[in-house]
């Protein structure tokens, strides 16, 4: 009985304000349409790039777990475009 009158009172208020049936308005989009995304795991290793080094403010470059760039890419980005590879300590 309860869930009616909830009902009838949503129609009425969609119906004062001039929203048509099965119309979606601004905030049910919002709160109804949303997608839940996993963050991912990075690595341990963090890239200073084109000369940045640890306790500057530049760009930083952290790989996702099972993308990290191999050995080559590596000693070219260090030879190419002074980057400096450094591993997180973690405590």
Same mark, same amino acid.
């Given at each position: 009985?309860?869930? @009616?009158?909830?009902? =009838?009172?949503? !129609?009425? !208020? ?7 049936? %099965? ?5 049910? =989009?919002? @709160? @109804? ?5 996993? &963050?991912?795991? #990075?690595? =341990?290793? &963090?890239? #200073? /790039? ?7 403010? %530049? /760009? ?6 099972? #993308? ?13 475009? =002074? ?7 973690? @405590?």
């Amino acid at each position: 009985m309860e869930s @009616t009158k909830r009902e =009838d009172a949503a !129609t009425t !208020t969609r119906k004062s304000y001039g929203i048509k049936e %099965g119309e979606m308005t601004k905030d049910e =989009d919002i @709160t @109804t349409n949303f997608v839940l995304h996993k &963050q991912p795991e #990075y690595l =341990d290793w &963090q890239c #200073y /790039m084109f000369g940045n080094r640890p306790g500057k403010i %530049g /760009m930083i470059y952290r790989p996702v777990k099972g #993308y990290e760039p191999n050995w080559f890419v590596r000693w070219m980005m260090k030879v190419c475009f =002074d980057c400096l590879w450094v591993k997180e300590k973690n @405590t």
